[in-house]
């Protein structure tokens, strides 16, 4: 592949996909019952109360993925140059990827409590969307790497 920012562009989707549906979950907070019928979270209790919380929490959720994606978006080169940009995609790449580490506990909560299978999905898709991350960082030549600054003789 000549490009890693494939990689990034990939995993851009894939944060705004996720942006999207808490974005839906803000709007519809009740649709939080269809994600995990028989487990309910403290949202999903919530958002049967009716709390205006679940909302709130919803669409702060949303823009911290769409913020990630268009980082994403901004380190394949697609939209202007962010601040910070390596560092921001390296951190989101990790936070992605200690949430797929969930999916080791996950198979077993599955197979064994009888948790729905879209938990060990969720896992595998932010463990996909870390490692989608970090390989576009790592391997695009583009995004500048933290240099010592050398004082020029005078």
Known sequence: MKSKKVFLIIGAVISALIAVLHFILGL??????????GQMSALSEMAVEGSSLTTILSFVIALIFALWA?????GAGVIARFPALRAALIV???IYCLRGLFLITEIGMVRNEGYPFRFVL?????LIAG??????????????RRTKHVDSPK
Do not use: D
């Open 92 to 94: 989101i790449g990790v």
């Open 122 to 126: 969720f896992s595998s898709l932010s």
């Open 70 to 74: 268009l980082y994403a978006f901004s």
């Open 131 to 144: 490692l989608l991350y970090l390989i576009g960082v790592f391997g695009n030549r583009s995004l500048p």
């Open 28 to 37: 519809k907070p009740e649709l939080y019952a269809l994600i995990a019928p």
